[in-house]
């Protein structure tokens, strides 16, 4: 099992940005897939970015493209998202999680196994 542990999260301009972080215990992050996700206020949780386990591919929600970037450092056992170009539809409560190496690509939380806390992020118009 791993562990994850979400930060980063804050208050900022519309335009701003900021760099989200996802720390692991247990289990080494480079056994799986890592994806953020984000859930706004009353609204289902989604789909943002992932990186597959070797840190080889990524994949972006439509909403993000452009303007988000996620890394991961195995040897820090980290994951990061850089969030750029911030607007006020970005307000969420942001998650990352992991799964399986065979799941790459995939956009669906139910198919994640482990999830962080949150962060919130709250971008100001």
């Known amino acids: 099992q791993v562990q994850l542990t979400d930060s980063g999260g804050g208050l900022v301009q519309a335009g701003g940005s900021l760099r989200l972080s996802c720390a692991a215990s247990?289990?080494?992050?480079?056994?799986?897939?890592m994806g953020w996700f984000r859930q706004p206020p009353g609204k289902e949780r989604e789909f943002i970015a992932q990186?597959?386990?070797?840190?080889?591919?990524?994949y972006y929600g439509d909403s993000v493209k452009g303007r988000f970037t996620i890394s991961r450092d195995n040897a820090r056992n980290t994951v990061a998202l850089q969030m750029d170009a911030l607007k006020a539809e970005d307000t969420a409560v942001y998650y990352c999680?992991?799964?399986?190496?065979?799941?790459?690509?995939?956009?669906?939380?139910?198919?994640?196994?482990?999830w962080g806390q949150g962060t919130q992020v709250t971008v100001s118009s």
């Open positions: 999680a992991a799964t399986a190496p065979h799941n790459r690509g995939t956009r669906r939380a139910g198919e994640y196994d482990y």
């Open positions: 247990g289990r080494a992050l480079n056994n799986y897939n």
């Open positions: 990186i597959t386990w070797s840190g080889d591919r990524t």
